[in-house]
């Protein structure tokens, strides 16, 4: 079983920077891909970044690449999603999930077996 938890949403103007933070429990944190997806209402979750275990792959989503960073801590058990030069089409709640799986990572929500709570991030205009 693998609990995760993020912190760090809250509200911030366009233009501005947040960095996430997901703690994840287990003494394996180290084997699992990593991802942050992203929801607004009536939209399917998507997969924003994803990390392999090694830190050593990362995927972006288009809307965010070159203004999000991905990266993982694993003597710390955390993965970070650093955002900046945030725009208000970034508001939505933020979801870090787990891949324990395989050996790499997915860009599907399908490709993750645990998933934490989320956290809102609102940016506005």
């Known amino acids: 079983q693998v609990q995760l938890v993020e912190s760090g949403g809250g509200l911030v103007q366009a233009g501005g920077s947040l960095r996430l933070s997901c703690a994840a429990s287990g003494r394996t944190f180290s084997r699992y891909a990593m991802g942050w997806f992203r929801q607004t209402p009536g939209k399917e979750r998507e997969c924003v970044a994803a990390?392999?275990?090694?830190?050593?792959?990362?995927y972006y989503a288009d809307s965010v690449k070159g203004r999000f960073t991905i990266s993982r801590d694993n003597a710390k058990n955390t993965v970070y999603l650093q955002m900046n030069s945030l725009k208000p089409e970034d508001t939505a709640v933020y979801y870090c999930?787990?891949?324990?799986?395989?050996?790499?990572?997915?860009?599907?929500?399908?490709?993750?077996?645990?998933w934490g709570k989320g956290t809102l991030v609102t940016v506005s205009s």
């Open positions: 990390i392999n275990r090694s830190s050593i792959n990362t």
């Open positions: 999930a787990a891949d324990t799986l395989s050996s790499g990572f997915s860009v599907r929500t399908t490709g993750y077996d645990y």
